[in-house]
C-alpha cells in the first residue's frame, strides 16, 4: 500500500481559455485523491480562473506559455510528487494510488499515463494505441499523457524550459538520463478535440513532422515559427 500522506501529490494544470473544461478536470483531480490542484492560467479572457477556485483549486496567473505556466503553478505546489495535466484530461479512480506505486521503487523518478481519446471511433483508438507504444518504446511520453515525477528531482532538474514547444518531451528526456520513467497501464483520457478541430491528417502528419525535425536537432524556436503553435 502506498502512503498518500507521506506522498501527497499536487495536480498542476496550465490553461488559457478553458471554462468549458477546467471544473471538470479540477473536481476529478480532488475527488480522486490529489492533495490540491493549482491551475496555472495565461491569462484567459474567460471564466476558467473563476471556475477552477469555485471546484477548488488554487489559481495563478502568469505569463503565457506552458512551459513558464507549468513552473509557475509547480512554485506554489506543497506535494512531494507533482503531476502535470492537461486542462482536457480526466484522470481515473486510483490514479494517485498508481503513482505511488511506481514511485514507491527507488529508481522510479516519475512516469505517464495510458493515453485514451474521448472518442470511441477507430481511428482515435489507432491514434491513442500509436502514441502509447511510441512512448513506451522511447520511454518517452507527451504532456497529454500526463507527465507525473518527484518534486526533487524537478527541482534539480530546473524544471521545465522555457521553449515555445515540446517543452514536455525536453523535460522528459531530462528525467530519464536521470533515472526511470514508468508508462502506467492506468488510463488517462484526453479530448480528441486536436483533431476534430484541425482534420486528423493534419494533426497527424504535424505531430510526425515535429518529431522528426526535432530528433534531427532543429530548435524548438525554429520548429514554433515552420509548424505555429499548436492547438490547446
Known amino acids: 500500500m502506498?502512503?498518500?500522506?507521506a506522498f501527497p501529490v499536487s495536480v498542476v494544470i496550465p490553461t488559457l481559455n478553458e471554462e468549458a473544461l477546467i471544473g471538470r478536470t479540477v473536481g476529478r483531480c480532488l475527488d480522486y485523491g490529489a492533495a490540491e490542484v493549482i491551475v496555472a492560467d495565461g491569462g484567459s479572457r474567460d471564466q476558467t480562473v473563476k471556475k477552477a477556485a469555485h471546484q477548488g483549486a488554487i489559481t495563478v496567473v502568469c505569463p503565457q506559455g506552458r512551459a513558464v505556466q507549468m513552473n509557475?503553478?509547480?512554485r506554489l505546489a506543497t506535494g512531494s510528487v507533482l503531476l502535470f495535466l492537461h486542462a482536457d484530461?480526466?484522470?481515473d479512480p486510483g490514479f494517485v494510488e498508481a503513482m505511488m506505486a511506481a514511485l514507491n521503487q527507488s529508481n522510479v523518478h516519475g512516469g505517464a499515463f495510458s493515453m485514451e481519446l474521448d472518442d470511441t471511433a477507430w481511428l482515435f483508438r489507432l491514434i491513442a494505441f500509436l502514441s502509447n507504444g511510441r512512448a513506451r518504446l522511447l520511454g518517452l511520453p507527451y504532456g497529454?499523457?500526463?507527465i507525473f515525477v518527484r518534486r526533487e528531482a524537478f527541482e534539480?532538474?530546473?524544471g521545465y524550459k522555457p521553449i515555445p514547444l515540446l517543452e514536455d518531451l525536453e523535460f522528459a528526456q531530462r528525467l530519464k538520463k536521470r533515472g526511470k520513467l514508468v508508462m502506467l497501464r492506468h488510463r488517462l483520457v484526453s479530448s480528441a478535440r486536436r483533431w476534430r478541430v484541425e482534420?486528423?491528417?493534419k494533426v497527424t502528419l504535424?505531430?510526425?513532422g515535429i518529431g522528426l525535425a526535432y530528433g534531427l536537432g532543429v530548435s524548438?524556436?525554429?520548429l514554433a515559427k515552420l509548424y505555429g503553435p499548436p492547438v490547446r
Open 2 to 5: 502506498c502512503d498518500k500522506e
Open 72 to 74: 509557475a503553478g509547480a
Open 89 to 91: 484530461s480526466l484522470v
Open 144 to 146: 497529454d499523457q500526463g
Open 156 to 158: 534539480d532538474l530546473g
Open 199 to 201: 482534420g486528423v491528417l
Open 206 to 208: 504535424r505531430s510526425w
Open 220 to 222: 524548438p524556436e525554429r
